[in-house]
Nanobody
Framework: VQLQASGGGLVQAGGSLRLSCVAS????????MGWFRQAPGKEREFVAA???????YYADSSKGRFTISRDNAKNTVYLQMNSLKSEDTAVYYC???????????????????WGQGTLVTVSS
């Protein structure tokens, strides 16, 4: 599985962006998908995930502002980000996992494939 993330850019605080991640392969619908981010000088952190059955999970920092969704017909997962804050500035990565345990959706080790990342910069 190869993942290609896009949609990052520069946005003012309070603005919105939608990230996309297109996956190769025929079995996309069977994968759990996640978004992670890494800010300069910080560790990678979980943002949101969506399992094969459509169930969604969010980090506390994302709840109420971000929405993860998937379109299996397009092999694409989205991250709609609203009410962006300067602390959301990071490189955002999408990831795919074939067998993600419910209690481990936020763990990077649960994912087998990673995209190249797309930079989101939020100016205050």
């Amino acid at each position: 599985v190869q993942l290609q993330a896009s949609g990052g850019g520069l946005v003012q605080a309070g603005g919105s962006l939608r990230l996309s991640c297109v996956a190769s392969g025929r079995t996309f619908s069977m994968y759990g998908m996640g978004w992670f981010r890494q800010a300069p000088g910080k560790e990678r952190e979980f943002v949101a995930a969506i399992r094969w059955n459509g169930n969604t999970y969010y980090a506390d920092s994302s709840k109420g502002r971000f929405t993860i969704s998937r379109d299996n017909a397009k092999n694409t997962v989205y991250l709609q980000m609203n009410s962006l804050k300067s602390e959301d500035t990071a490189v955002y990565y999408c990831a795919a996992g074939r067998s993600i345990i419910l209690t481990e959706v936020s763990a990077g080790t649960s994912y087998d494939y990673w995209g190249q990342g797309t930079l989101v910069t939020v100016s205050s």
